[in-house]
């Protein structure tokens, strides 16, 4: 039993991971734009099929393939704010609606390029960290859970110690002073939906040889996300992590000990919870929706 | 006369801060009552008190005996307390007379099904003629069919107490009517105001600058950092030593 | 005598659309027709302000009652599709009380939740809901004569005049509500929520009014497909369709009565006609995004700002007639 909850802890982990790096873009991108980025889910998708493409099929090295993977999801995020996030920044739904067209053309670029049939992909490595004979951590999953830790700690350095950083956050609290300031706002939010788009994308490669790779895998990306920032409190970055685990340790465990089915329920459950008793979510202060 | 609207011990605390502290004072029927004071004296939250828009912390406000502190705006509304905002705060993509409209919403209260099936045509008969009636009174009626966020500023105000007055309300609450206004424009509106007050609406009325409402007033109530400060006549206002030293005070810590 | 004209020609279009068109092609008309109730139920919702995102599952809501009451009770089948949207107008009255303490981002949020929350169950409890696979055999509407018609419900031309009746007369009663003071009363709600409720509106039992009368007219859009295709299951109502629905009232435009109508109408006949016939199956959601994009950068106030533009050119010169008529 013990170990059976070691093992389940040590899952939750892994999926803590890449929820968080997934979700921690998403609430970057809300911050300093106002819009929901319904295509976020479809940003990871594109950085799993990044991976099919250059390691599965061209044989590039994996790590290779991880880094230009996300390098190519961070310019389709630039690509986003440029086509659709600038011209219809006073135009918040209409922004969620943009996201949504262009989730419908990744995913159908996916479709033709790919196939709608999955993915699997050849395994990086079947290395295994053995703590005691029944709970082990496959290496590949430590990967991810190193992506987290290297990248969400490189954001906050970022953001808390750089210039570019305090431009990021003074214009995600408050665009117009920033502006006053002279802090450029198309600037800033080309450079949170850069690393908002990246870290989906990084997320989405590192993943990508341990789930099956398909062209609709970004909806229960983006459902599990959207959870994650509203527990989390929208514009919460930390909030978003602290989320992130909580989400992955309850949905993990109630998977593992019922179904995956009431692992949704009880998450979904949880956020309207949330937002029921504290609509700005767990620790937010979220003066921009 | 009865006592129509008391405020009892009225205290409102925003975490630490006490913005209105045990205030006390009656409004009497058919009267024009103003309560002033200087900047953050506590009067719009008594105000928001009185409206239904805030809770008070403590105390009660009593229309004719009932207590009705607590309520929600709509319900303090149904009970005959209308109030109208600061700024314009209209309904701006709304046409005047559709805003005047809204106003009719508790005299001639819709039904849904009756509306479907078409047996309303009475009520909306009624509700109409009341929403140019109310705008007639402000003389507003030429611009029925524009959009209210077109309106003059001057207009727009007029406007708010239209959608106000058409509910035929027993007391209207007018906070800070004059601001914005010139000297023209004020003149008018006072000039409606007494005309209220002819028709036997009770008017309370929260202003910041003293003079605009010293010709206006039957009662005034003055507070300052809170507490009831001094209350009586025009003239007896004017002349309290207490209320000279709040407002001069008031304007030494802001000069 | 004009709207006579109008009325009578629209009639006999409407009731010969039909014989042009492929077998295929009247299927989609007859799912045309039950989207235009649904997207004009949604409509009303947003007169309120507020946009959920669970209303396709509230579609489903009144399907799946309306297939449990026929197939569980034995009751007739018009019956149970107006019982259908009743239990979704009634749910919506349930849910309105965690949902109304949120508004705007959270709402539109919450309402997802609530809507994957009901999908879920769904797809959990086998009893009474199938589980991933549905409800399958729901009783198709029986048929029945009129005189001048015999209605053969496994004919789509004979689904598509059934419906329409009914959702024509649903959009009569909806058209009604808008222009009723229950309607200006949504739009003050709106506008200016604290000023409508300063002037005794209830802003609470108007937001829950709109929502109830938006969700049983989804309920009966969801009766009306449940008994069409036969089967219900939870991924009929997912997120991808409530996001057709999103598009066709944006792209569209919500100022208007017709403007999300005129949405789904034209998206709907250029996905599953227009791009159909040009042979672009694997490319139709890629066409259809990039029109949604188009249409929201260069369209911002939607189709029906171009009906407008239209006709008030046509109207301008001559304002007298547009006093006259």
């Known amino acids: 039993m013990v170990e059976l909850l070691a093992q389940t802890g040590l899952n939750a982990v892994y999926a803590a991971s890449y929820i968080s790096l997934v979700a921690v873009g998403l609430v970057l991108i809300f911050g300093v734009m106002g819009v929901v980025n319904f295509a976020h889910g479809e940003l990871f998708m594109a950085g799993a099929y990044a991976v099919v493409a250059l390691y599965a099929d061209m044989h590039v090295p994996f790590f290779v393939a991880v880094a230009i993977g996300m390098a190519f999801v961070g310019l389709l995020g630039l690509l986003m704010e440029w086509a659709l996030f600038r011209p219809l920044k006073d135009n918040p739904l209409g922004g969620l609606v943009a996201s949504i067209g262009f989730l419908m053309i990744l995913q159908s670029l996916a479709v033709m390029g790919f196939g709608v049939r999955m993915e699997h992909i050849p395994p990086v490595t079947q290395e295994v960290v053995r703590f005691t004979d029944k709970v082990g951590l496959p290496v590949a999953r430590l990967y991810v859970i190193v992506a987290a830790v290297v990248f969400l700690t490189a954001l906050w350095y970022f953001l808390k110690r750089t210039r570019f950083g305090w431009a990021l956050r003074a214009s995600a609290q408050d665009p117009e002073a920033a502006a006053l300031q002279g802090i450029s706002i198309t600037q800033t939010a080309r450079i949170a939906m850069f690393i908002g788009a990246a870290l989906a994308g990084v997320a989405g490669a590192l993943t990508a040889p341990l789930v099956s790779v398909n062209p609709h895998m970004g909806h229960s990306v983006i459902v599990t996300a959207f959870i994650v920032i509203i527990v989390g409190g929208v514009g919460s970055l930390e909030g978003a992590i602290l989320a992130s685990v909580a989400y992955a340790f309850v949905h993990t465990f109630v998977t593992t000990f019922w179904d995956g089915v009431l692992a949704d329920i009880v998450g979904l459950s949880l956020m309207l919870i949330v937002l029921i008793v504290k609509p700005t979510g767990l620790f937010g202060s979220a003066d921009r929706a | ?255 | 005598m004009r709207n006579l004209l109008i009325f009578v020609l629209g009639s006999v279009a409407l009731i010969a659309l039909p014989y042009g068109l492929s077998f295929s092609q009247q299927e989609i008309l007859v799912f045309l027709v039950i989207n235009i109730l649904l997207v004009t139920s949604y409509r009303l919702m947003t007169l309120t302000g507020e946009w959920s995102l669970g209303h396709v599952v509230i579609m489903g809501v009144g399907a799946y009652a309306s297939a449990l009451y026929t197939k569980e009770l034995g009751i007739y089948v018009p019956v149970s599709m107006i019982l259908g949207g009743v239990t979704a107008a009634l749910l919506a009255v349930l849910l309105s009380f965690p949902l109304f303490r949120m508004k705007g981002f959270y709402f539109l949020i919450g309402s997802f939740a609530a809507g994957e929350i009901i999908r879920l169950i769904w797809k959990r409890f086998r009893e009474p809901f199938g589980g991933v696979r549905g409800i399958s055999g729901i009783d198709p509407m029986p048929d029945f004569s009129i005189g001048i018609y015999q209605f053969d419900f496994f004919e789509p031309v004979s689904y598509y005049y059934f419906a329409g009746v009914i959702v024509i007369a649903s959009l009569w009663v909806l058209w009604r509500i808008e222009k009723s003071p229950v309607g200006l009363t949504f739009h003050a709600v709106h506008w200016q929520d604290k000023l409508a409720q300063a002037s005794g509106v209830n802003l609470r039992a108007y937001r829950t009014l709109a929502f109830a009368i938006a969700s049983g007219f989804a309920g009966l859009a969801g009766a009306l497909q449940a008994h069409y295709v036969g089967t219900v299951n939870p991924n009929s109502f997912d997120i991808e369709v409530m996001v057709f629905v999103l598009t066709w009232a944006i792209v569209g435009g919500t100022a208007t009565f017709y403007g999300p109508i005129l949405g789904c109408i034209v998206l709907t006949v250029l996905n599953e006609i227009v791009l159909r016939e040009m042979g672009l199956e694997q490319a139709r959601p890629l066409i259809y995004g990039a029109i949604m994009i188009l249409s929201i950068l260069f369209l911002p106030d939607g189709l029906e700002s171009l009906v407008q533009k239209v006709t008030r050119r046509r109207s301008a010169p001559k304002p007298e007639e547009k006093a006259a008529t």
Request: aromatic fraction near 8%; hydrophobic fraction near 40%.
């Open chain 2, 1 to 255: 006369m009865t006592d129509f609207l008391e405020v009892r011990n009225l205290t409102m605390r925003f975490g630490g801060l006490t913005a209105v502290d045990s205030l006390s004072f009656k409004v009497e029927h058919g009267s024009i009552h103003g309560l002033i004071g200087p900047n953050g004296a506590g009067k719009t939250t008594t105000f928001n008190m009185i409206s239904g828009f805030y809770t008070p912390t403590e105390g009660q406000i009593l229309l004719r005996g009932e207590d009705i502190s607590g309520l929600k705006m709509h319900e303090v509304a149904r009970r005959g307390v209308v109030r109208t905002f600061q700024h314009s705060t209209l309904f701006a993509e709304l046409t005047v007379l559709e805003n005047a409209l809204v106003g009719t919403h508790m005299p001639f209260r819709p039904n849904i099904f009756a509306a479907i099936i078409g047996w309303d045509k009475e009520d909306r008969r009624g509700a109409e003629a009341r929403a140019r009636e109310a705008l007639d009174f402000f003389g507003l009626l030429h611009l029925a069919e524009e959009r209210a966020g077109d309106l003059s500023h001057g207009h727009q105000r007029a406007l708010g107490m239209a959608v106000a007055y058409a509910s035929h309300p027993d007391v209207i609450l007018l906070d800070e009517p004059f601001t914005g206004m010139n000297p023209e424009e004020t003149k008018h509106m006072m000039g409606l105001m007494r005309r209220l007050k002819e028709d036997g609406i009770t008017i309370l009325l929260v202003e910041h600058d003293m003079q605009a409402i010293m010709g206006l007033c039957d009662t005034i109530t003055c507070m300052s950092f809170g507490k009831f400060l001094a209350e009586g006549g025009p003239t007896e206002i004017r002349n309290h030593p207490a209320v000279i030293e709040a407002y001069l005070g008031g304007a030494r810590h802001v000069a």
